[in-house]
């Protein structure tokens, strides 16, 4: 199983960017998918998850500005940020498992399968 992140770059503050997760070697559209982020110095935070019937929940602090949607045909999951701010600044990762109950979707340690991050700065 392999996950690759994309879409990460340079912003300035209210703008936007869609990361993306390409999933292979797995049946995908059984699969929850989730977009965590570490900043320096922190410990690494929920962001969204989707999971196989397409049930999305967010972080907090995410709501009304990131949506998280897939493609089971293409096997990629997205992450539109829209209206960002400074304290989004992160590496961002995307990760996955098969089997996920309500009370883990947030929780890294949960999944199984991670991409290898993709850095997003938000400049003020």
């Known amino acids: 199983v392999q996950l690759q992140a994309s879409g990460g770059g340079l912003v300035q503050a209210g703008g936007s960017l869609r990361l993306s997760c390409a999933a292979s070697?797995?049946?995908?559209?059984?699969?929850?998918v989730g977009w965590f982020r570490q900043a320096p110095g922190k410990e690494r935070e929920f962001v969204a998850v989707i999971r196989s019937s397409s049930i999305t929940y967010y972080l907090d602090s995410v709501k009304g500005r990131f949506t998280i949607s897939r493609d089971n045909a293409k096997n990629t999951v997205y992450l539109q940020m829209n209206n960002l701010k400074p304290e989004d600044t992160a590496v961002y990762y995307c990760?996955?498992?098969?089997?996920?109950?309500?009370?883990?979707?947030?929780?890294?340690?949960?999944?199984?399968?991670w991409g290898q991050g993709t850095l997003v700065t938000v400049s003020s």
């Open positions: 070697g797995m049946p995908f559209n059984r699969y929850t």
């Open positions: 990760a996955a498992n098969g089997g996920l109950i309500l009370s883990s979707l947030r929780d890294a340690h949960a999944y199984d399968y």
